[in-house]
């Protein structure tokens, strides 16, 4: 166990709708990463929170977007869904600052079908 | 930009054999190297990781990687295959002169045969 949790772990929608994917870090761990895992694509970096401020950003499609609240949960938000958009989402959390050697923690994952 | 390549889609072993998985980087500067395992619906589980020192670097399940930068490699090796080493390997580099993102590469599927 990592200690990242996802939510939810299945969602099954039809195209043109809206998700929300939820994380929550590790306990201490300020910073939240997004990536998103397809059979075509690999694992892509989507986009990094820190501390509530997006610190960097990957692939990530106008359609889709993120926050970190100040409890640092993370939601990544996907509106107007394609079937492209069927994939699973991980979430992954890290210590930054003195020590941060750069792993990091993987949570199980939020496997989005879109019909 | 970084980048890493993992040029082989799976590698087959025999229970016992030694088994190589291959990476090669792209990155300015020195890098940060990972390796990472994926079970079948899990997440990524991290095996270990080249900083700086020595370039044998010992992880997790006794898995071993060594560090190559003559030849931007980074290869996962381990002595002795088990079945239950049959999983997807990922290799990354993190970028220290700027984010702190990890780049992954394409994946390779290790399958042991008992």
């Known amino acids: 166990d990592s200690g990242v949790t996802q939510t939810p772990k299945h969602l099954i929608t039809a195209t043109g709708q809206r998700v929300t994917l939820r994380c929550s870090p590790r306990?201490?761990?300020?910073?939240v990463y997004w990536y998103q895992q397809s059979l075509d694509q690999g694992l892509q970096f989507l986009i990094q929170y820190y501390n509530g401020e997006e610190r960097a950003k990957g692939n990530i499609l106008e359609r889709f977007s993120a926050q970190q609240f100040p409890d640092l949960h993370s939601e990544l938000n996907l509106s107007s869904l394609e079937l492209g958009d069927s994939a699973l989402y991980f979430c992954?959390?890290?210590?930054?600052?003195?020590?941060?050697?750069?792993?990091?923690?993987f949570g199980e994952g939020s496997r989005l079908t879109v019909l | 930009a970084q980048s890493v390549a993992q040029p082989e889609d799976q590698v087959n072993v025999a229970e016992g054999n030694p088994l190589t998985v291959k990476c090669t980087y792209s990155v300015s500067g020195n890098p940060y190297l990972f390796w990472y395992v994926q079970y079948p619906n899990r997440g990524l589980q991290f095996l270990l990781k080249?900083?700086?020192?020595?370039?044998l670097v010992k992880g997790s399940y006794g898995f071993e990687a060594e560090f190559n930068k003559s030849q931007t490699s980074f290869h996962l090796k381990k002595p002795s295959a088990l079945v239950s080493d049959s999983a997807l390997y990922f290799c990354a580099v993190r970028d220290m002169a700027g984010r702190r993102a990890l780049t992954f590469g394409s994946g390779t599927r290790l399958q042991v045969q008992p």
């Open positions: 992954a959390s890290s210590v930054v600052g003195q020590g941060n050697t750069g792993e990091l923690f």
């Open positions: 080249y900083i700086t020192g020595d370039n």
């Open positions: 306990s201490g761990d300020l910073s």
